[in-house]
């Protein structure tokens, strides 16, 4: 079946440290993967995507590389400002009875300390 | 053009009432899907409705029930309310038919619902 794995959080850093979250996956046939970010209060936004693999999602200053070799779409961010702070998601998409259905992880929440 | 609204933004049931949460997609998406978020957990999938028709559905009992309407709007219906179902219920959008690969969804902010 399909499914996500992300590390464990908190995740506490300092401004402009490098960020890496890790995200796992498990899938049947050939999914799209996402990374979703959550601040307080609010629904899940999209950070970022890639349909295939060796794709290369960025926005923001974030980067996730689709590697079908290792099941893996780490999120990374060279410098983290305390505005980044927010729980992240890695989410698979994947085609079931002619429609996409999505998987999340459980999330990771990042805090950034000025 | 206006994302993807749900309403009320809050509730508050008490065990075994029934509640109805509404949502409208974001414009030009057909295909909408519910997930409830426990605290501090990720989405979990309860049903996607396309062409007002439930067409997938996750791990949820029959007390889950929805319905979408000709405008593409939907509602998510729960029945006999538990305790355990106090959760954030997100509602997503997104293009149904769309080419093989994937079809991005866009979220709403959410109904928090209490069940004291």
């Known amino acids: 079946g399909n499914s996500v794995t992300q590390m464990e959080g908190p995740v506490t850093l300092s401004e402009e440290a490098f960020l890496t979250i890790n995200c796992t996956y498990t899938?049947?046939?050939?999914?799209?993967l996402f990374w979703y970010v959550q601040y307080p209060g609010e629904g899940l936004q999209l950070l970022l995507k890639?349909?295939?693999?060796?794709d290369k999602g960025s926005n923001k200053g974030f980067e996730a590389t689709y590697r079908k070799e290792t099941t893996s779409f780490h999120l990374e961010k060279g410098s983290v400002q305390v505005s980044d702070s927010a729980v992240y998601f890695c989410a698979l998409s994947d085609r079931e009875n002619n429609f996409n259905k999505f998987y999340f992880g459980s999330g990771t929440k990042l805090n950034v300390k000025p | 053009d206006a994302g993807v609204t749900q309403s009320p933004t809050h509730l508050i049931k008490t065990r075994g009432q029934q509640v109805t949460l509404r949502c409208s997609p974001k414009s030009g998406h057909d295909t909408v899907s519910w997930y409830q978020q426990a605290l501090g957990q990720g989405p979990q999938f309860i049903f996607q409705y396309y062409e007002e028709e439930e067409r997938q559905r996750g791990n949820f009992p029959d007390r889950f029930s929805g319905h979408q309407f000709p405008n593409y709007s939907s509602e998510l219906n729960v029945n006999a309310l538990l305790l355990g179902d106090s959760a954030l219920y997100l509602c997503?959008?997104?293009?149904?038919?769309?080419?093989?690969?994937?079809?991005?969804?866009?979220f709403g902010p959410g109904t928090r619902l209490t069940v004291l």
């Open positions: 899938a049947t046939g050939y999914p799209s």
């Open positions: 997503a959008s997104s293009l149904g038919r769309g080419a093989w690969g994937y079809n991005e969804q866009f």
């Open positions: 890639a349909t295939k693999a060796d």
